[in-house]
């Protein structure tokens, strides 16, 4: 039999830290710790395979395993001393899960196992405190209630409640051993009721039935939910760690704490924690107690804090990244609990890694490793506008739990947030957060606590999450049942707006004024000019279709720009007057007057792109969307017609307004322009007179285009501005369609070009794939194309066959069901739509090895599909403005783990 | 340089019948015939490519094949011992095109080349006949005016019928020499005034600019139509044969004559033709004389009916095949002047080649190439009720010039008939035809002329085309200006209803009734006999939705259903109401209701299908189309929102009628459908919520429908009838949505065929490939698949992104540029969508060796996309009914020329 429980404890380990697919996180932790002598409590992981056996064995763990957990329970007994169930010395174990990766406070956990109505007695002769002992016993019963009978928790506060209501007192502490004598009885008798069997008095049978809970806590409903947010796989399971209690509740010269060897919200050097005296590890995080800052301890007890001091430096350098640890102090002897990698915030992580490589802990490459891309966002999104603060009233102000700035409606609830979120920003006000509370977390855009510290539950899930915190504000009086709160004089109610600052600590009445953050300076800047070094020739470009999109651009590092919508441009208000005359023109030459008036505007705002990318590429795409767009949508016209002869003066009045027309002239411009809507309706506008299309059934709009690109190009070369032009034609599917428009915009080039004595100025003319047969055929459609841009986004829909915008109708029940691995709209696709993208760049190199290649679509921000764009060989990606340094990273570290993909690259 | 001009004559030439690609179909016809030592005018043919050649030489043909012309010429001079030109003996030379496929009437003809104001006078003298010399000169002139020099006919007839005024005659022939004379001498002023220059006396010239001319015709209008119709490509060309004249207008000695070795029109083995005496050849296709039947021929001119009987015999067996000819007899003298394969309808095409092999001119193989699998579409289409044709007036009895039965509303352009087609089945009604009138014949479901013979050009185009033709029904006065028709005492207006015969020739008033072909006696029967006997295990299966269809389809040789849509049920008058309910439904339950009313009907159709399909596969798709198809068209029931508070009670009425509720309930009805339309409305419906996605977000459906296939199989089952149903779910992208759906199908699968005692019952569950990303993963499909069919339908517009129905917005401007080699919705894009589709069966049985492949798309009964189908190793091809024959014979085809495919096939 393959080994599947794994000893530790008194410098020794059967596994090591490298075995965290096994050991789970916690595990392979607690193993390393131990070969690294670091003071801990003995015990064994029993490992993640099992659990999955567990479930496979329907639900059963097999005897050969129970035999190797008997012989790893007899190894714990020996290097403590004590015995599980002894009437001398009994033995009292923790049960914790543990996956490869971490999932805090997702699952399950049992302490102070062993107890019953033998061993309680026991701990109190040797404690010498009969309160501590049955607190302990109350404890087990209420967990291992809970988590292994399943029985609801509420029944056994009920119990708890009565008794403080019967002796009148307020507080936990206030009850004495006989009330919790009381309470015990009462637990033992609740269990009988529910599960129909006396509580198991025996210590072995309740360790295994702790360890199957821990493994079927995988499948609860917060665990799953966090795989999914988190992209945790399913299939891995979790290990069972059974540990020696000790404890931190036998006094005052006993005390429980938990910190980080830096600050993980900021990533500042200093040691970090909570701590509270005379307490189990659990009142720490749970935010009941509020608990001292961790400097505290070196008053306390200065010798325990030296050590801890010395320890949790000597793991920092040993794991050569910042810890988050778990200690007890039982009575004045220092237990590490546990360490790991500690969770972080973005600007924590950047500074962290920054640090560190300067420090010479890491090296540079290990330092871009160590930012997820996406954490960047936190230090690309905006910071409050200090003056607009200034006109808001400050409510109050807490812990500084996770930076940023967030701004929203509040609401009270959970599920109060997730309705509302779909509509408004929100903030999430709650006295603490459980986890129950995630899906609610997860849709606000921060969170604000009255109670709980820096590690409580609300801070340490929206750090991971990236969310602004505020905890223990503890001004605030919050009537969750009314739905609001009252601070400083002010009741704010649900759906009232506030802004908080995760940052400072600070709440605000009303909405602040937020600032862009700036990516030029510090330690942003020094990271991101490392990941350029790594990143080699992969280019990153934006999406903008404005100068001042352009110039954010340039600021946050692109280099190009990747995807100039000129309908972005047919949009504004000045402009759509004129978009809808060409539309309605009757005629090629009414059309080509209003088009003469777009050609000025268009020219102009190419001028401005090109002014802003000096000595950067800038590609233009002609007009893609179908011309009904630009018109009021059939079946509002419908209405209207239907409506107009029994409307009053005043409907007629907003109708008229509404079409630009006069009152007099509804009757006749109403059913004109139901006629031209008709004529241009359509049954799928996706799949319709779109794209290249239009190009082809109205050239005179290409050729206007073409016009307005390369006079502007003209213009501003003059100046002495190098421009890259890159004129793309959308929705290409056959050459033929390419080689129509790109003649077209040709000619006008060299005409405009020629002019201008502009003869030399380079240019390309290139394609978007985006539709499946521009893929299947790219090796024609390469004939015709200087470069290739993947349109991602429409690819991804006629690939699958799937419409983003009806995919919400269903796409609940699609993500319950994990048909797809993920929203193929937010990451590429690559077992599907990615094939199709590979298999395109191999074609289209075939016929023109020096093709440019990027991609355009949503993905091209997105650190996976980054990653499948670099190891392919694309040239570029080209993104949002505020993504550019996330794909630089992502690009930087695609580069790093040596994907292939530089030998195919061109640029 | 290579050679490009070949001449022939006096038993020998330098080309034969093989060179079709170079000398054209009549260039190598003649070459065949000089080699054969047939009696025909000497001549040469210049290339088809020179055709190409002048083009893209800027309109000028190369001065090395002017010499190599100038050496042909005086050949073709010593051959004839005449001289062009000259004032003795001048030789009269025709130029006349010649593709590789024969394109009749498309091009131009130019006769008599070589007349000038030199040779006319000898040639009046040599002929002792002025008016013929005069006749021949002034025929050239306008015939190299509108040809060579683009000078319209009209101003030469203008001409012309002036002095038929002048001297009061109403015949052509009633002018004599000196009118004619006179008429040349207005033509030459003509061609002054018109091109400035004087008309070119020098034949060389003329020549020249005849054969340039010639070449030029490839590209005129009617000739690319014809390209287009017949899918013969652009870049082929044509050849320009020039050919001694000999003269059929030397007086009653001479005639000229066209003849078929066998009926055309039916295929009958009777020799077939008409002449005319002392006639130019192009007055017999003209349609201006009524030319005598050929039989005829044998009194008139009984040696030279002899020698032409032996020449055609002897023609027919050379090259084995139905022959069509012209002839010209000179003053007792028979020359040939061209031999071709003839053309013929599809009923003609047929008997032609099961009586040929049965002659043992051809083998059986051969005749199953020698049948076009889409002529047999005009053997499958309906026949006129005999009954039904007793009811009606019987207008007249023309010519039968090309068989079958038409009924349409009359039209009397080519303009109105191409409008009106759009809108009804539309009978074109003309004097005669000409090439103008080609895309109004195409349009027209039958042709009806009052003038011209079997030949003429009605004739030959209908029996191209399939389409129905009288022709020569003398009875009938057509009035084009009035758009009417007299005869028999009835006046026939322009949409009015007539039926025409073209087997009989009757012409009818009013609408017949048809009845179904019948293919299971006869010629056809045993045709199809030998086709199936090459097909080998390629299958062919119908489309079919309900039991009637699937019995057409046996008859017409179906080996199963490809396709049965459920859907179709659904929108039964009698059962719409419960899908309704079902869609409104506001919970599982209440739907479930609903299901159970559908699921008996359901049942008693699947059953009948399987009956009908005793002993071959059923394959019955799930639910396809979203749900608010079911449901009225939102945009009407907003304006009827709108509308109802100022309806009348008459149009309450109305509305409450097509709501299917009281006039009370509309002000509730109308608002509760319409929030449940907008629920369900979809910006692409196609890319929508529908196939799987609609099984998988309602399972109940699929359950329902699983249990109606499996209740009819046991039910069809225990009475002896074999069942082989497939279940086939449609849409799917992802693997998991087929498991999804097949374990529900499985799960009542077991269910019920175990409640029946028929658990060896066999049955299939498969999928239709109908979105790209499930043809890149067809390997993942393969392992729930058991097997696949392609929905080509769909297929093509999510690979194109192309939405057929909005197509017809632009498709008029891609045929015109030719963007896609044909219409992807006809014919299969093998270059784009059918790569997708071989990887999809490559990847399909990589995973799964025995995966049955077919194909439900509309192109399975398009005769290139199942030759694709057979060559990539599918196992069946299923299409309408009617197109079964057409499958199967194209599949015999693809079977003989010896493509791939059948080691890849599993069947």
Chains 1, 2 share one sequence.
Not at 111 to 134: E, H, I, Q
Not at 300 to 306: D, F, I, L, N, R
Not at 332 to 356: C, D, F, H, I, S
Not at 543 to 551: G, V
Request: a neutral charge.
């Amino acid at each position: 039999m393959k080994k599947q429980v794994f000893s530790w404890g008194a410098g020794t380990a059967d596994g090591n830290g490298s075995m965290k697919e096994i050991l789970g996180g916690k595990g392979a932790g607690l193993a390393e710790m131990s070969l690294a002598g670091i003071p801990l409590p003995p015990g064994f992981t029993v490992s993640t395979e099992v659990c999955t056996i567990y479930f496979e064995n329907g639900n059963k763990v097999p005897q050969e395993i129970e035999d190797q957990m008997e012989v790893a329970l007899r190894t714990l007994e020996e290097r403590t001393g004590k015995k599980l169930g002894s009437a001398t010395d009994p033995l009292l174990l923790s049960v914790r899960s543990g996956a490869k990766f971490s999932m805090p406070g997702m699952m399950n956990t049992i302490l102070n196992l062993g107890m019953n109505d033998v061993t309680v007695k026991v701990l109190s002769a040797k404690s010498n405190n009969p309160r501590f002992a049955n607190d302990c016993y109350r404890r087990f019963l209420q967990m291992f209630g809970e988590v292994a009978l399943d029985i609801h928790m509420e029944k056994f506060n009920h119990i708890f409640d009565a008794m403080k209501a019967k002796r009148k007192v307020k507080l936990d502490t206030d009850l004495n051993a006989e009330d919790l004598a009381l309470i015990i009885e009462d637990y033992k008798k609740l269990v009988k009721k529910e599960t129909g069997k006396e509580f198991p008095q025996d210590p072995h049978v309740q360790l295994k039935m702790s360890r199957d809970a821990v493994f079927r806590s995988w499948w609860n409903d917060k665990a799953a939910y966090y795989r999914k947010m988190e992209k945790i796989p399913d299939e891995i399971g979790t290990a069972a760690n059974v540990q020696a209690m000790v404890f931190g509740n036998l006094g005052e010269t006993s005390a429980t704490g938990v910190g980080f060897t830096r600050d993980p919200a900021t990533g500042e050097n200093v040691f970090y924690g909570e701590f509270l005296i005379n307490a189990q590890g659990e009142d720490v995080v749970a935010g009941i107690r509020t608990p001292s800052p961790i400097a505290e301890l070196n008053k306390a007890m200065p010798a325990v804090y030296k050590q801890l001091r010395e320890i949790t430096n000597s793991l920092e350098k040993h794991y050569r990244d910042m810890q988050d640890f778990e200690f007890t102090v039982e009575d004045n002897t220092l237990y590490m609990l546990q360490t790991r990698n500690g969770k972080r915030t973005g600007p924590a992580a950047l500074r962290l890694a920054v640090e560190m490589a300067k420090e010479g802990l890491i090296t540079k490459q290990e330092a871009i490793m160590r930012v997820a891309p996406a954490q960047l966002d936190q230090l690309l999104h905006p910071v409050f506008d200090a003056a607009s603060l200034k006109t808001l009233k400050m409510l109050s102000t807490g812990i500084a739990a996770s930076p940023g700035a967030a701004v929203g409606r509040c609401y009270f609830s959970a599920e109060d947030v997730v309705a509302a979120s779909a509509k408004s920003p929100v903030i999430l006000v709650r006295k603490e957060t459980t986890p129950n509370d995630i899906a609610g977390m997860d849709a606000a855009k921060g969170i604000l606590t009255a109670i709980g510290g820096k590690s409580s539950h609300a801070a340490v899930v929206a750090r991971g999450m990236g969310r602004p915190c505020i905890v223990g504000a503890g001004e605030i009086r919050i009537d969750e049942h009314k739905k609001l709160f009252t601070c400083a004089g002010s009741t704010v109610k649900e759906g009232d707006w506030i802004s908080i600052d995760g940052t400072t600590g600070n709440v605000y009445l009303g909405q602040a004024k937020t600032n862009e953050a700036d990516p030029t300076r510090g330690e942003f800047a020094e990271f991101m000019s490392w990941a350029d070094e790594f990143r080699g020739k992969f280019g990153v470009r934006a999406n903008a279709d404005i100068p001042h999109d352009a110039k954010v651009a340039r600021k946050f590092g692109a280099e190009g720009i990747g995807l100039c919508r000129t309908e972005h441009m047919f949009f504004a208000e000045d402009r759509l007057p004129h978009v809808v005359a060409m539309i309605l023109a009757e005629n090629v030459k009414d059309r080509k007057k209003c088009l003469q008036k777009l050609l000025t505007m268009q020219r102009s705002d190419f001028a401005g792109l090109f002014k802003a990318m000096d000595g950067f590429p800038v590609v233009i795409r002609t007009l893609d969307p179908p011309l009904h767009e630009f018109l009021p949508k059939r079946e509002h016209l419908m209405v209207d017609v239907t409506k107009l002869p029994y409307a009053t003066a005043k409907e007629k009045k907003d109708m008229a307004a509404s079409y630009g027309c006069a009152v007099g002239e509804l009757k006749k411009k109403l059913p004109d322009l139901l006629k031209r809507v008709e004529d241009l309706h359509e049954f799928n506008p996706m799949l319709g007179h779109r794209g290249c299309r239009l190009g082809i059934t109205y050239p005179e709009i290409t050729e206007m285009q073409a016009r307005a690109i390369f006079e502007a190009v003209a213009q501003v070369a003059k100046k002495g501005v190098k421009v890259i032009p890159e004129v793309m034609i959308p929705l290409v599917g056959s050459v033929k369609e390419l080689a129509h428009q790109k003649a077209i915009v040709k000619a006008i080039a060299e005409e405009v070009l020629g002019k201008a004595g502009l003869k030399d100025q380079h240019y390309m003319i290139g394609t978007m794939i985006e539709i499946p047969r521009a893929a299947i055929t790219a090796d024609e459609i390469a004939t015709e194309a200087d470069f290739f841009s993947f349109g991602t986004n429409d690819l991804t829909q006629t690939t699958m066959g799937l419409s983003r915008d009806d995919y919400t109708k269903f796409s609940k029940e699609y993500e319950n069901l994990k048909i797809f691995a993920a929203d193929p709209f937010g990451v590429l696709d690559q077992g599907g739509v990615g094939k199709l993208v590979e298999m395109a760049v191999k074609l289209g190199r075939s016929t023109k090895p020096d093709l440019e290649v990027g991609i355009c679509g949503e993905h091209g921000g997105e650190p996976s599909s980054v990653e499948f764009c670099y190891r392919i060989g694309m040239d570029y990606v080209s993104c949002s403005p505020y993504r550019v340094p996330i794909a630089r990273l992502a690009a930087a570290q695609a580069a790093l783990v040596g994907l292939k993909g530089e030998a195919n690259r061109t640029a």
